[in-house]
């Protein structure tokens, strides 16, 4: 088959891994452009015929540009790993499938030093910046603003939505996804040496890997916080 072909075929296999839950939607989403970077790629090879190029035109050393190829467009070679890790999965799919003889794709290690080994970790506030952020947000939902500005009860309630958002994602550092989908059933606050915890609970069908997991984080009075102003919200005549 061709490259684009062999691209689709693979996409619907992933599509049903959504649909049974194996990998979120949005995980999709970032499958299909790292696919499509590989076709542009192939397609800017010298004498490429893009997407009419079959499948067995490529060499087992077909990937040994892409490096560059990417860091061309400004691109972190922490993203270009993980492209490259994307592109030896399609190809493990089309070998296994039978479309081509090649097993997997050979590249140059890429290595990360000095910042862009901080980019491998999820990006983190400093203390200044946590700060920073904090004391704005208290500004953003003080009374005294939303008066000034006129605010009613739904507005204000959304500042506060905002404000808790920041404050619980940066004490426990949980993704996006799992942030929109936390319940309150899946979280404990408690007492512990003069601080106030908070027990989260992930569950596996909100996690990016389908995996479960408990933290204890501080910042538990923010969750506690929130849960008191919903409940006055929701109540409320």
Same mark, same amino acid.
């Given at each position: 088959?061709?490259?684009?072909?062999?691209?689709?075929?693979?996409?619907?296999?992933?599509?049903?891994?959504?649909?049974?839950?194996?990998?979120?939607? *949005?995980?999709?989403?970032?499958?299909?452009?790292?696919?499509? *970077?590989?076709?542009?790629?192939?397609?800017?090879?010298?004498?490429?015929?893009?997407?009419?190029?079959?499948?067995?035109?490529?060499?087992?050393?077909?990937?040994?540009?892409?490096?560059?190829?990417?860091? *061309?467009?400004?691109?972190?070679?922490?993203?270009?790993?993980?492209?490259?890790?994307?592109?030896?999965?399609?190809?493990?799919?089309?070998?296994?499938? =039978?479309?081509?003889?090649?097993?997997?794709?050979?590249?140059?290690?890429?290595?990360?030093?000095?910042?862009?080994?901080?980019?491998?970790?999820?990006?983190?506030?400093?203390?200044?910046?946590?700060?920073?952020?904090?004391?704005?947000?208290?500004?953003?939902?003080?009374?005294?603003?939303?008066?000034?500005?006129?605010?009613?009860?739904?507005?204000?309630?959304?500042?506060?939505?905002?404000?808790?958002?920041?404050?619980? =994602?940066?004490?426990?550092?949980?993704?996006?996804?799992?942030?929109?989908?936390?319940?309150?059933?899946?979280?404990?606050?408690?007492?512990?040496? =003069?601080?106030?915890?908070?027990?989260?609970?992930?569950?596996?069908?909100?996690?990016?890997?389908?995996?479960?997991?408990?933290?204890?984080?501080?910042?538990?009075?923010?969750?506690?916080?929130?849960?008191?102003?919903?409940?006055?919200?929701?109540?409320?005549?």
């Amino acid at each position: 088959p061709t490259l684009t072909k062999a691209v689709e075929q693979y996409l619907e296999v992933r599509k049903k891994d959504v649909e049974r839950g194996a990998i979120v939607p *949005n995980r999709l989403v970032t499958i299909k452009a790292m696919l499509n *970077n590989f076709v542009r790629y192939v397609g800017a090879k010298p004498s490429s015929k893009s997407r009419v190029m079959r499948l067995s035109d490529l060499d087992k050393k077909c990937l040994y540009g892409y490096q560059k190829f990417r860091q *061309n467009e400004n691109i972190k070679n922490v993203t270009i790993r993980n492209e490259l890790a994307m592109f030896n999965a399609l190809c493990k799919f089309c070998f296994e499938e =039978g479309l081509h003889d090649t097993a997997y794709w050979n590249y140059p290690k890429i290595t990360t030093r000095g910042v862009e080994v901080d980019e491998l970790r999820r990006a983190t506030y400093t203390d200044d910046e946590y700060k920073r952020v904090t004391k704005a947000l208290r500004l953003y939902t003080s009374k005294k603003l939303a008066t000034a500005q006129r605010l009613d009860a739904t507005d204000v309630f959304i500042r506060q939505v905002i404000r808790h958002y920041f404050l619980i =994602g940066a004490n426990t550092m949980m993704r996006v996804g799992e942030l929109k989908q936390l319940t309150w059933n899946n979280v404990e606050t408690f007492n512990s040496n =003069g601080q106030r915890l908070a027990r989260v609970t992930v569950r596996a069908e909100t996690s990016k890997v389908r995996k479960s997991r408990v933290i204890v984080v501080r910042g538990g009075e923010h969750f506690d916080r929130l849960k008191k102003l919903a409940e006055e919200f929701f109540t409320a005549d």
